[in-house]
């Protein structure tokens, strides 16, 4: 099995695939420990469910509590606060676009993501959650099990994002006459080349005027002294998810001047700057694996 930016994984006993897909598990576990901190930035009730509910994370932390060395853990501690900042400064880029006019949203790679849940979503809002069947299913089970109910209309959509996606997606209701917001969360940097030029070219290609697209893109580290920081090989170590591994090895392409040149306006941040913006979040430091990230923001001019 392939997921959208081709990586081969396999599908563990938790009926969710190992690899990239686990790394979904660890995006909620990061996302349920913001949920308990005295000033989170985001708040997500179902993410230390879905941690809880599969074998593969039974026993990672769901709580700061959980976390002996606070902060100063790099896997639990700075990377859960970025993934933490992360959700926050997405959740806000979608509120303001559905609230600028945007009914119909589109979540590519949604993995264990529940903003159809918990955002406070203008009337009509449609949520259309892109990603591969088991996950979806994994994801389904738990929240039927708590009797979950969406703020939106909340419509998954089964695909593998290195095919072709988009008619999966307009088969499900998606009309592309209407402005979207298109969100690429966790996704880009798995993607060859290839497919991420796909991929914008056919957010392009279904976007009506005043829709907007946000995403976050880095390259696959090289310097042996980020390959060997705490943060990629505790993650290896400690939860099975070799990150390095799963990044692209190739140069990524430049989306936000290929948005540009089909007419978008884009703006490109660091995490950084979102961290002085609200904060909190991790600050910048050596051979820091966060360093090359960066957070993509585009509009389709109306």
Known sequence: M???GDVPVS?????IDVGVGRTALL???ARAIEARRADRLAED???EHF???????AGWPVRPEEVPDGDADPLWGRLARYF???TRVFDDFLLRSAHAGARQVVLLGAGLDTRALRLDWPAGVSVFELDRGPVLAFKQRVLDGLGARPRAARVPVAVDLGHDWASVLTAGGFVPGEPTAWLVEGL???LTPAAEQRLVATADRLSAAGSALAYETKSRPTSPAIVAHPLYTGAATRIGVDLVALFDPGPRPDSAADLAGRGWSTTTRTPFEFTARHGRGPE???DDPLGDNRWVFAEKPA
């Open 2 to 4: 392939t997921t959208g």
């Open 284 to 286: 910048p430091e050596a």
């Open 11 to 15: 599908t563990g006993q938790d009926g």
């Open 45 to 47: 009730v179902y993410a």
């Open 84 to 86: 933490g900042l992360r």
């Open 51 to 57: 941690v809880r509910a599969a074998p593969a994370s």
């Open 188 to 190: 880009i940097m798995y």
């Open 27 to 29: 995006v909620a576990a």
